[in-house]
């Protein structure tokens, strides 16, 4: 069986997620086996495996950086949200139905078998698991039945790194708070601190590690300085103070963010790009001129699309094809382009329709049964002229909508699913092949599409850049920042089961 070790934060957003993929990068870099696992995930940015199962961003981004390929068992429980107050439940890949809050926390039991069961498949095929927990351990209002946190590593018998964020202040309250929160038998598991997210000299920090040392028994394994020069896709939510690219640029790609939006990371390829500025921008803020307006997915697509008009990114959105932008629409960001978006049977939304952008003539009719594959495709001869469309497209599809084309609409792509040869037609253009929406997730990853659509805005020659290398890259940089600020030793003894750090 694997060794285990598990990463837990004083709050959200306190960098496990990058942290377990950096340590991932490092323990293969050391010819260690390892996996990513996190028993549940909380997010609309999610991934369709080779055989068809959806799982979160997050546990993707650290397979990927722990090289092997994504499976649903290292994310068994991932929660989508459609509301404030409900979710889609989705199990080991497969949806299992739509939950509200209180009906979820009683489903936990059957949820934390679920949990166990992945767990246990993954630790017989890898040497180190590396567990990031959800949120705090300290929400004693969610401790009943809880299978993100300690109630996970009490399960399981995994030692417990503590991970506080610094950037935001009064990060050692937060540490000693926690613990204080905690059961005696879950302090006993927490066998370290990780300081992250720092900025200046980190020895001002050595009489507040002695002190919490003292008072608490816990030593620290190090700290992560804040960086912003390393290429880590974010995985379960877009940060405004990171939203808009740090340089100016010839083009300017600026993506509508919706209020439920899922796969923001489809647009990440941009920011491999020279000379592009990728924007998001939210309903109340104002759009301005782009080059390129890129509507992304969405978990609740008839209301998200209410609230555009309500908002005037809609209109915005008009003016700036009027004046002769070019408008690309993904998943839900597609739908959003047609005449309708229609839901009889209330499968994301309470609200029975809405009115599109009219920029396609399509309609989409909302429906129970949720297409989750990966998938391959090829622009259709003709419709894009600034593409030789004699490349195989990546990617996924993951969506509940069917959409049907009017008479001035033409197919964009052909598509063929991972196991099924048949090619079907999806997504459609205009006549004049400025706007255009797929429901293939990834296309832009594709170097050879994304640099012939940055083409038509360009006006000189750009630099071939490779999106999958940038990532590489990334993961590489990340494992050395750590080993340079951890204690890595310490951590090995932790894994090991030393009663020493």
């Given at each position: 069986?694997?060794?285990?070790?598990?990463?837990?934060?004083?709050?959200?957003?306190?960098?496990?997620?990058?942290?377990?993929?950096?340590?991932?990068?490092?323990?293969?870099?050391?010819?260690?086996?390892?996996?990513?696992?996190?028993?549940?995930?909380?997010?609309?940015?999610?991934?369709?495996?080779?055989?068809?199962?959806?799982?979160?961003?997050?546990?993707?981004?650290?397979?990927?950086?722990?090289?092997?390929?994504?499976?649903?068992?290292m994310?068994?429980?991932?929660?989508?949200?459609?509301?404030?107050?409900?979710?889609?439940?989705?199990?080991?890949g497969?949806?299992?139905?739509?939950?509200?809050?209180?009906?979820?926390h009683?489903?936990?039991?059957?949820?934390?078998?679920?949990?166990?069961?992945?767990?246990?498949?993954?630790?017989?095929r890898?040497?180190?698991?590396?567990?990031?927990?959800?949120?705090?351990?300290?929400?004693?209002?969610?401790?009943?039945?809880?299978?993100a946190?300690?109630?996970?590593?009490?399960?399981?018998?995994?030692?417990?790194?503590?991970?506080?964020?610094?950037?935001?202040?009064?990060?050692?309250?937060?540490?000693?708070?926690?613990?204080?929160?905690?059961?005696?038998?879950?302090?006993?598991?927490?066998?370290?601190?990780?300081?992250?997210?720092?900025?200046?000299?980190?020895?001002?920090?050595?009489?507040?590690?002695?002190?919490?040392?003292?008072?608490t028994?816990?030593?620290?394994?190090?700290?992560?300085?804040?960086?912003r020069?390393?290429?880590?896709?974010?995985?379960?939510?877009?940060?405004?103070?990171?939203?808009?690219?740090?340089?100016?640029?010839?083009?300017?790609?600026?993506?509508?963010?919706?209020?439920?939006?899922?796969?923001f990371?489809?647009?990440?390829?941009?920011?491999?790009?020279?000379?592009?500025?990728?924007?998001?921008?939210?309903?109340?803020?104002?759009?301005?001129?782009?080059d390129?307006?890129?509507?992304?997915?969405?978990?609740?697509?008839?209301?998200?699309?209410?609230?555009?008009?309500?908002?005037?990114?809609?209109?915005?959105?008009?003016?700036?094809?009027?004046?002769?932008?070019?408008?690309?629409?993904?998943?839900?960001?597609?739908?959003?382009?047609?005449?309708?978006?229609?839901?009889?049977?209330?499968?994301?939304?309470?609200?029975?329709?809405?009115?599109?952008?009219?920029?396609?003539?399509?309609?989409?009719?909302?429906?129970?049964?949720?297409?989750?594959?990966?998938?391959?495709?090829?622009?259709?001869?003709?419709?894009?002229?600034?593409?030789?469309?004699?490349?195989?497209?990546?990617?996924?599809?993951?969506?509940?909508?069917r959409?049907?084309?009017?008479?001035?609409?033409?197919?964009?792509?052909?598509?063929?699913?991972?196991?099924?040869?048949?090619?079907?037609?999806?997504?459609?253009?205009?006549?004049?092949?400025?706007?255009?929406?797929?429901?293939?997730?990834?296309?832009?990853?594709?170097?050879?599409?994304?640099?012939?659509?940055?083409g038509?805005f360009?006006?000189?020659?750009?630099?071939?850049?490779?999106?999958?290398?940038?990532k590489?890259?990334g993961?590489?940089?990340?494992?050395?920042?750590?080993?340079?600020?951890?204690?890595?030793?310490?951590?090995?003894?932790?894994?090991?089961?030393?009663?020493?750090?």
């Amino acid at each position: 069986m694997a060794k285990v070790l598990m990463l837990q934060g004083t709050g959200s957003d306190v960098g496990k997620s990058v942290l377990v993929a950096g340590l991932c990068r490092l323990l293969r870099q050391d010819g260690v086996r390892v996996a990513p696992f996190k028993p549940q995930n909380m997010a609309l940015n999610s991934y369709i495996t080779a055989d068809g199962g959806e799982m979160g961003r997050a546990q993707v981004v650290q397979a990927e950086a722990a090289g092997v390929e994504p499976h649903t068992d290292m994310n068994p429980v991932l929660l989508k949200p459609t509301t404030d107050v409900g979710a889609q439940v989705i199990l080991q890949g497969r949806v299992y139905g739509n939950m509200r809050a209180r009906e979820y926390h009683a489903f936990k039991p059957k949820a934390r078998q679920v949990a166990l069961e992945s767990f246990h498949r993954l630790a017989r095929r890898f040497e180190v698991i590396l567990v990031e927990g959800a949120g705090s351990p300290a929400e004693i209002n969610l401790r009943d039945g809880d299978l993100a946190n300690m109630g996970f590593a009490l399960e399981v018998g995994a030692p417990v790194v503590l991970v506080g964020d610094i950037d935001k202040g009064g990060v050692f309250a937060s540490l000693v708070g926690t613990l204080e929160l905690l059961e005696p038998a879950e302090r006993d598991l927490i066998r370290a601190f990780l300081i992250n997210k720092f900025r200046g000299d980190p020895s001002l920090l050595d009489p507040a590690f002695r002190t919490i040392t003292e008072r608490t028994g816990k030593p620290f394994l190090g700290v992560v300085p804040y960086f912003r020069d390393i290429f880590i896709q974010e995985e379960d939510g877009i940060h405004r103070d990171v939203v808009h690219s740090r340089t100016g640029g010839e083009v300017r790609v600026a993506v509508v963010v919706p209020n439920r939006i899922s796969n923001f990371t489809d647009f990440d390829p941009f920011l491999a790009e020279p000379g592009v500025r990728l924007d998001f921008v939210w309903p109340g803020e104002r759009l301005g001129r782009a080059d390129a307006i890129v509507l992304p997915g969405s978990k609740n697509t008839v209301d998200d699309l209410h609230a555009l008009w309500r908002c005037g990114l809609a209109d915005e959105i008009l003016e700036n094809r009027r004046r002769g932008a070019w408008v690309v629409g993904i998943c839900g960001g597609y739908q959003m382009l047609g005449r309708w978006v229609r839901d009889p049977l209330g499968v994301e939304s309470s609200r029975q329709e809405a009115r599109g952008l009219g920029l396609l003539d399509v309609e989409t009719v909302m429906e129970p049964e949720k297409v989750t594959a990966q998938s391959e495709g090829r622009v259709r001869p003709g419709v894009l002229t600034w593409y030789p469309g004699d490349g195989i497209l990546k990617g996924y599809e993951i969506h509940m909508g069917r959409t049907r084309l009017g008479p001035g609409a033409a197919p964009l792509l052909e598509v063929r699913r991972k196991g099924d040869g048949s090619w079907h037609p999806d997504g459609a253009v205009s006549p004049d092949g400025r706007v255009f929406g797929t429901y293939l997730h990834g296309i832009f990853d594709n170097d050879a599409f994304r640099q012939a659509f940055l083409g038509l805005f360009r006006t000189g020659e750009a630099q071939t850049t490779s999106f999958a290398r940038r990532k590489e890259e990334g993961y590489d940089r990340l494992a050395a920042l750590l080993r340079k600020h951890l204690d890595v030793d310490g951590l090995r003894r932790i894994l090991d089961g030393s009663p020493d750090v």
